[in-house]
């Protein structure tokens, strides 16, 4: 366990116990079929690693131990995040004025912005520099905004890219949105939701860069709502952070943007675009691991 020390003193959180089995029967056959698929395609390109997970599932984490796993192994890779390619504060406050439903970051991505950095990571030559987006969700009372850049000067074997609706795509039979889903209540919620599902389509090019996808898939998806009630305690106990009431507006909002049940549904059981499912359990473990279809 020593590739791992530095990380279980960070995030004393995580069991030594769990994460050696989680480590048999999870993250070394992924990093296993990462390196081989990298040795497959014969090239000194970096491989773009998509996770997409829920609010709370654990992508972060997930992304923590993959780097320090793929290092021990020889291998570079670095965490990016689609939230790091929000855009800026003034041009979401822009875009409010245009459409005020957009009353949080959702979809609301500088996609040209990603799709360059993505490509200039994948292509990097030793000795290149490449400036990538820093983003706090935390200022502007909560709205986030670009707040400067980072220099990424190694070059990576391996760009893990991580999003709450990363690899989401447009549903054909919007009918779905009619269903009555949480989060879809009203006519004015719909048509919201319809709106954003068409603005998916703008995603593809940025997709088109993922070499392997890989879902962590809650079933239980409204557990979120729990989770998060669980992270906001510790800030209402300092007469911080958001009441019961607010989490559920923030998160049905995204819930709005992209549905656990409907967008990231389908993309679990995509198997053209999707190489592995990752079934999360109401306590954040990991269940079982499966290829798309097959939940």
Known sequence: MDTFDELLRKRPEISPENLNKDLEKYYRPYAKELIDLKKEKKSSHGLVVGICAIQGAGKTTQGE???????????????????????????????????????????????????????????????????????????????????????????????????????????????????????????????????????LDEYLPLWGLIDFMNVLYVPNYQISLAWRDQAEEILRAKGEGMTHEQIVEFVHYFWRSVHPAIQIKNLAYDKIHTQQVVVINDDHSIKEVLIPGKL
């Open 65 to 199: 131990i993959m780097e320090s796993l793929l290092r021990s192994l020889g291998y570079s890779s670095i965490s990016l995040s689609i939230d790091d390619y929000y855009i800026t504060h003034k041009e979401l406050s822009e875009l409010r004025e245009k459409d005020p439903r957009y009353m949080r970051r959702g979809v609301t991505h500088d996609i040209p912005l990603a799709v360059k950095n993505l490509a200039d990571l994948k292509s990097m030559e030793a000795g290149a520099k490449i400036k990538v987006p820093v983003y706090d969700k935390g200022v502007e009372n909560g709205d986030g905004d670009r707040i400067g850049w980072k220099t990424i000067s190694d070059k990576p074997d391996f760009i893990l890219f991580d999003g709450w609706m990363l690899g989401a795509r447009r549903v054909e039979d919007e009918s779905i949105f009619e269903s009555g889903l949480p989060a879809l209540e009203t006519k004015e919620h719909v048509q919201f939701a319809k709106d954003i599902n068409k603005k």
